[in-house]
C-alpha cells in the first residue's frame, strides 16, 4: 500500500483529500504545518508528499528545502498542493526541487486521484 503524506492546514481540504486518497487504497498521514510534515515525512518516509505552500510556521517553500536537505526522502516525490496561480506553481516546481503540482480546489475526485496516481508511478 503507497502512503502519502500531506501537509496541510486546512480541515476541510484534509478531510476531503482523506477521504479520496483512503478510497483509492493508499495510506494516509497527515502533517498540520512544516515542523509536523518534517517529523512525520522523517518517520514515515511516504512514498509521495503533497504540500500546500501556505503553512501556518514556514512556508511550503522552506519545507521543500528541508525535506530535500533530507537523504532519506530526497529521491520522495514531493508534489506542491496549492491553489496559487498555474504560472507561481509551475515557478515553485521549478525553484524548489517539486516533482510538479495539483491545483487547489478539487473539482473533480476522479482528475484528483488520478494525477495524484501519475506522480507514484
Known amino acids: 500500500m503507497k502512503k502519502i503524506l500531506l501537509v496541510e492546514d486546512v480541515p476541510d481540504v484534509v478531510q476531503?483529500?482523506?477521504?479520496?486518497?483512503?478510497?483509492?487504497?493508499?495510506e494516509f498521514?497527515?502533517?498540520?504545518?512544516?515542523?509536523?510534515?518534517?517529523q512525520y515525512a522523517l518517520?514515515?518516509?511516504p512514498d509521495l508528499i503533497l504540500l500546500d505552500l501556505g503553512l501556518p510556521d514556514y512556508d511550503?517553500?522552506?519545507?521543500a528545502g528541508w525535506i530535500r536537505d533530507e537523504q532519506a526522502l530526497v529521491s520522495t516525490p514531493l508534489i506542491a498542493f496549492t491553489a496559487w496561480?498555474?504560472?507561481?506553481?509551475?515557478?515553485?516546481?521549478?525553484?524548489y526541487g517539486f516533482n510538479g503540482y495539483i491545483s487547489k480546489p478539487i473539482?473533480?475526485?476522479?482528475?484528483f486521484s488520478e494525477h495524484v496516481a501519475s506522480f507514484l508511478k
Request: no cysteine; proline share 5%; net charge negative.
Open 85 to 95: 496561480p498555474v504560472e507561481t506553481a509551475i515557478q515553485m516546481v521549478a525553484s
Open 107 to 111: 473539482i473533480n475526485v476522479n482528475e
Open 16 to 26: 476531503l483529500v482523506e477521504r479520496i486518497l483512503t478510497a483509492k487504497g493508499y
Open 29 to 38: 498521514v497527515h502533517a498540520p504545518d512544516a515542523e509536523t510534515g518534517l
Open 60 to 63: 511550503g517553500q522552506t519545507l
Open 43 to 45: 518517520q514515515h518516509v
